[in-house]
């Protein structure tokens, strides 16, 4: 801790430093200009960049860039696009000088040129960016966006019906993500994936993905985890897609006037999961349907004031009407199967819309001013009424038997019934201002945000199990005693409540970043900065420093290293505040982290292809925490317990042309993750030998057990993913895009039991998707002038395959009893091989 000390102390010092000139060579020049083909028509998403390291900008609409040099010193520019053969230029412009630089693009007929030419520009952060486009080619059955981030190293997830995911040990309440400076929020009571339909994000909108897994700047907001920073476009001529597919359909629609003073963004989605949903093992009638519609506007006040507004609304519906469920399960030594018949039916509705306003104000070419006023707004039911009656066999695990594979002895019969009126309304309010100072060595941010959440929560629900005529929890009792204790009737599971709550947070933050050369041309770039937060509810402010320092040798080999850490505290939104009887503790309180996190990136050649391998390593100490139980996508906390614990791991990850001129890349993490209870303790009964017992008499001793360090839900020693991409040879518009993912097993329990109880484990997880994609019309197409097709700057059709292995991957279980309370686990399984046939068109 005396280290920490020292290094908070350091991150104040210098980010009170850093208000003040810093000497260094760290002059800049401009480089614009426009990307054509040559036919002249503009190419849209070219690569521009610095050769040799990461970064760069992409051309819009119009393949206009403008990307910013080091000056004084010989730097070479590269430009590339998929299909066109890559173009390099070597430049050594004055400080402050503009050029342009008007590039023209020769197509390549035999093979793909580099997709990924990275910037001369130290990467200085945590923060990683992606390619919008890989968003849109990646199979997935859910979010592209949130597919591609499932792929990077640190994070994980085991569900591909849900776009949420875990990162570095934490849970999905943890993972700030912002649109445009604007943050997102996702539902509250979805509790499956089935359910939880399309997310905010819309691959078809986006320009710009940026994501860190941890030790993230101060800018930044107050969660533990994550931050996924996304930036839509910025159109510049009309334009649009359209997608079709057996899952759905989008569009989208974008445009500019002729002196760009107006631009907007339009985009439409319509999911149905029904086709993958009916081949889940509970036979019925399901009926999902989700839609959504956003926009994003700018207008042009003045040359020196912006306006813009993002607008959104969601409508999901989800409906099950359940028939039937057949599951083996258990061991090949002792193997049981579930048969279950319902009745009733499940209706969820989630409406969810958002409207947010930006007034910029850009005084001169240093000094960006913003000012964002937002609102968000959800309606949430969730109502049913389900009758289920379960048998559960032993089944005949000898090969040799003639009743290999079939029921041979009954177990237990019994049923549950399972009610819900839940009813969820929540309002945020945020009004926020953000500026940026760009010095001639630094950069400074600083921001102000007020944030109202109002929150009204009724919730009404059950369950009732019954077990061979008797209802479930069954005491102990004696046959033939002419006396039996008769208890009352009591519900194995009931929650009833009606909260209304008003919370208020207000934040800050200033933060300061610069470049340093030395002497050797080595080049370190510093970010210092410090964020206070005052939560109204528990009248709590906190103050968390953050820092990182990046350092860049002047080798031969590239290499940078960095060095990032800070204090993150998160205030309790409303979930972390409900105990499980829907009651709220009113003693909640910020959880913490510590995070430290050492990395380093290494460019280097093989096969003569770029690569680049990352590497870090953290540890994140954790402090105040609430623990929680995970069951598929519901978390439910333990509000008023607190715990302590760590998270410590390695993330690798190598990118690059494993194919010539396509980019893929490998992940490997490597995690632990535990926390400590507060004053949690089990008291088990054993008998005069020291043997555990179930059953209390006199003759029995209570022992008190204190379970110390237990695994937390997301605790996953092992995770590795691969994200690849092929064409045919000498055939580029014919492709192949793979995602495997393999995570080790998690924690899991049995339902309503103490945590230190949840320390089972599930299978581990894994998935293979591929798509096969042919290009119909593009860059390489030469089309009539009276063509239909002339519109049309690209499209193409892909076949999917999911889950291509047809492995049984397990989500969650549901529990079942027998007469003598003995508890049956049985695995929900998710998905089973799929196909999809997607069409996509541009214009």
Do not use: C
């Given at each position: 801790m005396l280290l920490?000390?020292?290094?908070?102390?350091?991150?104040?010092?210098?980010?009170?430093?850093?208000?003040?000139?810093?000497?260094?060579?760290?002059?800049?020049?401009?480089?614009?200009?426009?990307?054509?083909?040559?036919?002249?028509?503009a190419v849209e998403l070219a690569h521009v960049a610095l050769l040799g390291a990461q970064g760069g900008v992409t051309t819009d609409r119009s393949g206009r860039f403008e990307i910013k040099v080091p000056a004084e010193i010989p730097v070479r520019l590269a430009v590339s696009f998929v299909g066109f053969e890559q173009q390099e230029f070597l430049l050594r412009l004055k400080p402050d000088e503009r050029r342009q630089l008007n590039v023209i693009l020769v197509e390549s007929a035999t093979m793909l040129p580099s997709l990924e030419v990275r910037d001369e520009k130290l990467r200085s952060t945590s923060l990683t960016r992606l390619n919008p486009r890989q968003a849109m080619q990646?199979?997935?059955?859910?979010?592209?966006?949130?597919?591609?981030?499932?792929?990077?190293?640190?994070?994980?997830?085991?569900?591909?019906?849900?776009?949420?995911?875990?990162?570095?040990?934490?849970?999905?309440?943890?993972?700030?993500?912002y649109v445009n400076d604007i943050e997102i929020y996702r539902p509250f009571l979805v509790r499956s994936g089935q359910q939880e339909g399309l997310s905010f994000l819309n691959s078809a909108l986006v320009s710009s993905i940026l994501f860190s897994a941890g030790g993230f700047n101060a800018e930044y907001g107050d969660k533990l985890s994550s931050v996924l920073d996304i930036t839509y476009k910025r159109p510049t001529e009309t334009a649009g897609s359209v997608t079709a597919s057996l899952l759905g359909a989008e569009m989208h629609v974008e445009g500019a006037q002729s002196n760009r003073r107006l631009t907007y963004l339009l985009g439409a989605r319509y999911k149905t999961t029904a086709y993958l949903l009916n081949a889940l093992e509970t036979q019925g009638s399901y009926r999902p349907n989700f839609s959504d519609i956003q926009t994003m506007i700018t207008y042009g006040l003045h040359p020196k004031w912006e306006l813009s507004m993002l607008g959104y609304y969601s409508r999901n519906r989800y409906t099950l009407i359940p028939e039937s469920r057949q599951t083996d399960f258990g061991t090949i030594q002792e193997a049981y199967r579930l048969n279950i018949f319902f009745e009733g039916q499940e209706v969820d509705s989630y409406e969810t819309g958002m409207g947010a306003f930006t007034l910029s104000h850009k005084p001169n070419k240093n000094l960006d001013l913003k000012l964002i006023a937002s609102a968000f707004s959800t309606v949430e039911t969730e109502t049913y009424d389900?009758?289920?009656?379960?048998?559960?066999?032993?089944?005949?695990?000898?090969?040799?038997?003639?009743?290999?594979?079939?029921?041979?002895?009954?177990?237990?019969?019994?049923?549950?019934?399972?009610?819900?009126?839940?009813?969820?309304?929540?309002?945020?309010?945020?009004?926020?201002?953000?500026?940026?100072?760009?010095?001639r060595w630094s950069v400074t941010k600083w921001g102000l945000k007020f944030q109202h959440q109002n929150i009204h929560d009724r919730v009404h629900e059950w369950e009732m199990i019954d077990s061979a005529g008797y209802s479930l929890p069954l005491k102990p009792w004696i046959p033939g005693n002419p006396s039996p204790e008769?208890?009352?009737?009591?519900?194995?599971?009931?929650?009833?409540?009606?909260?209304?709550?008003?919370?208020?947070?207000?934040?800050?933050?200033?933060?300061?970043?610069?470049?340093?050369?030395?002497?050797?041309?080595?080049?370190?770039?510093?970010t210092a900065g410090i964020r206070a937060n005052y939560w109204d509810y528990g009248k709590e402010f906190k103050i968390s420093p953050r820092a990182s320092i990046a350092y860049k040798p002047l080798w031969e080999r590239e290499m940078s290293f960095r060095l990032a850490g800070g204090v993150y505290n998160q205030p309790p939104f409303y979930r972390e505040l409900r105990l499980f009887d829907g009651s709220l503790y009113p003693e909640g309180r910020s959880q913490q982290s510590?995070?430290?996190?050492?990395?380093?990136?290494?460019?280097?050649?093989?096969?003569?292809?770029?690569?680049?391998?990352?590497?870090?390593?953290?540890?994140?100490?954790?402090?105040?925490?609430?623990?929680?139980?995970?069951?598929?996508?519901?978390?439910?906390?333990?509000?008023?317990?607190?715990?302590?614990?760590?998270?410590?791991?390695?993330?690798?990850?190598?990118?690059?042309?494993?194919?010539?001129?396509?980019?893929?890349?490998?992940?490997?993490?490597?995690?632990?993750?535990?926390?400590?209870?507060?004053?949690?303790?089990?008291?088990?009964?054993?008998?005069?030998?020291?043997?555990?017992?179930?059953?209390?008499?006199?003759?029995?001793?209570?022992?008190?057990?204190?379970?110390?360090?237990?695994?937390?839900?997301?605790?996953?020693?092992?995770?590795?993913?691969?994200?690849?991409?092929?064409?045919?040879?000498?055939?580029?518009?014919?492709?192949?895009?793979?995602?495997?993912?393999?995570?080790?097993?998690?924690?899991?329990?049995?339902?309503?039991?103490?945590?230190?109880?949840?320390?089972?484990?599930?299978?581990?997880?894994?998935?293979?998707?591929?798509?096969?994609?042919?290009?119909?019309?593009?860059?390489?197409?030469?089309?009539?002038?009276?063509?239909?097709?002339?519109?049309?700057?690209?499209?193409?059709?892909?076949?999917?395959?999911?889950?291509?292995?047809?492995?049984n991957n397990t989500i969650s279980y549901i529990w079942v009893k027998d007469i003598e309370n003995r508890q049956y686990a049985v695995p929900n399984y998710l998905t089973p091989r799929q196909i999809n046939l997607k069409l996509v068109v541009e214009f």
């Open positions: 920490l000390n020292r290094f908070f102390v350091l991150t104040l010092v210098a980010t009170v430093f850093g208000l003040f000139p810093v000497r260094g060579v760290g002059q800049t020049a401009t480089v614009w200009g426009t990307v054509t083909d040559q036919r002249s028509r990646i199979p997935s059955s859910g979010g592209g966006i949130e597919d591609l981030i499932k792929t990077l190293p640190g994070v994980s997830s085991n569900n591909e019906l849900s776009s949420q995911y875990t990162v570095r040990g934490g849970n999905f309440d943890e993972n700030l993500v389900v009758l289920g009656q379960y048998w559960i066999g032993r089944l005949e695990t000898s090969p040799g038997s003639e009743q290999f594979g079939n029921v041979v002895q009954a177990q237990g019969v019994g049923g549950f019934l399972e009610h819900a009126r839940n009813y969820f309304d929540a309002r945020v309010f945020n009004i926020e201002h953000k500026g940026t100072l760009i010095g008769r208890p009352d009737f009591e519900l194995s599971q009931s929650v009833k409540a009606d909260n209304k709550i008003n919370i208020g947070t207000y934040s800050a933050y200033a933060q300061q970043a610069w470049n340093i050369f030395n002497k050797m041309g080595d080049e370190f770039v510093v510590v995070h430290l996190v050492a990395g380093t990136d290494l460019n280097f050649m093989a096969w003569n292809r770029p690569f680049v391998f990352t590497g870090e390593l953290y540890y994140k100490f954790l402090n105040k925490l609430v623990p929680y139980e995970v069951d598929n996508v519901r978390i439910r906390y333990y509000a008023d317990q607190q715990a302590k614990g760590y998270a410590t791991g390695l993330d690798l990850k190598v990118n690059g042309e494993f194919v010539r001129g396509v980019e893929s890349w490998m992940s490997l993490s490597l995690m632990k993750t535990e926390e400590d209870i507060k004053d949690d303790f089990t008291d088990i009964w054993v008998d005069e030998e020291g043997n555990r017992v179930f059953i209390n008499n006199e003759a029995a001793d209570t022992l008190r057990l204190f379970p110390g360090m237990i695994p937390r839900p997301s605790d996953q020693l092992l995770n590795f993913s691969i994200f690849f991409q092929d064409y045919f040879p000498g055939y580029p518009t014919f492709r192949v895009h793979l995602k495997l993912l393999f995570g080790t097993s998690l924690p899991f329990g049995p339902p309503n039991a103490q945590r230190s109880a949840q320390t089972l484990r599930m299978p581990s997880y894994r998935r293979v998707d591929i798509g096969f994609s042919k290009q119909l019309v593009g860059e390489h197409s030469v089309l009539r002038p009276n063509s239909l097709l002339r519109h049309i700057k690209n499209s193409w059709i892909s076949l999917e395959v999911f889950n291509l292995l047809q492995i």
